[in-house]
């Protein structure tokens, strides 16, 4: 079975922390992802990363960047966290031509 | 990327067939449709994906008619472990390096007994 494993289910930073994000996938993906989820608007897509060291934006990467030194691992990254980055944050991974994507449980970010 | 637009909510009672439609007017040639289930403080799951016609798997139907602008999922005999987000998504899926997956808002599922 493939797994996509998040570092924390649940979080709790203070404004101005830099807050770190972790995901790992045990399937050789290339393709990861980062989403957020809040009510009544779905999952958006933050970031994406097609390789190692390659990433591309999704449609709301304000606020936030990412890393993939290593296959496996996909960190997302607030640089400096803010009240309305309070949300549900889901990572994914999916094989390069795939048909299925593989998410993890997710990680409940409050900032306070 | 194609636009998707389903409904935001449906309800159905244990026993029923559920048809959940999305719309997906400018969907492109080498797209394909994907439908997501995603329950309560879960991640999501894939359910089924088709380009054309029907493809059934031993959880739904995915239901495509000629011109590709919707598509219907169809969920037999709902129960209340039905009750989930159901998500529709259209793209390609050789894209090489760009392979998004860009979600909707989805439809809100809730099965009654």
């Known amino acids: 079975d493939v797994k996509v494993t998040q570092s924390s289910r649940y979080l709790v930073k203070r404004t101005g922390e830099k807050v770190f994000l972790e995901c790992v996938q045990d399937?050789?993906?290339?393709?990861m992802f980062w989403y957020r989820q809040d009510p009544g608007l779905g999952l958006r897509l933050i970031y994406f990363s097609y390789d190692v060291k390659m990433k591309e934006k999704g449609d709301i990467p304000e606020g936030y960047s990412v890393s993939r030194e290593k296959k496996e691992r996909f960190s997302l990254i607030l640089e400096s966290a803010s009240t309305n980055q309070t949300s549900m944050y889901l990572c994914?991974?999916?094989?390069?031509?795939?048909?299925?994507?593989?998410f993890g449980q997710g990680t409940r970010l409050t900032v306070v | 990327l194609a636009k998707t637009t389903q409904p935001i909510s449906m309800d159905s009672y244990e026993g029923q067939e559920v048809n959940i439609t999305c719309s997906h007017n400018?969907?492109?040639?080498?797209?394909?449709i994907t439908w997501y289930q995603q329950f309560p403080s879960q991640g999501p799951r894939f359910i089924i994906q088709g380009y054309k016609t029907k493809v059934t798997n031993e959880v739904a139907s995915l239901f495509i008619p000629a011109d590709r602008k919707s598509s219907t999922l169809s969920l037999p005999r709902v129960s209340l472990s039905d009750t989930a987000v159901y998500y529709c998504?259209?793209?390609?899926?050789?894209?090489?390096?760009?392979?998004?997956?860009?979600f909707g808002a989805g439809t809100r599922l809730a099965v009654h007994p």
């Open positions: 400018n969907i492109a040639t080498n797209d394909y």
């Open positions: 994914a991974s999916r094989g390069r031509g795939e048909t299925e994507a593989f």
């Open positions: 998504l259209v793209g390609p899926m050789f894209s090489g390096g760009y392979n998004k997956l860009i």
């Open positions: 399937m050789d993906h290339e393709n």
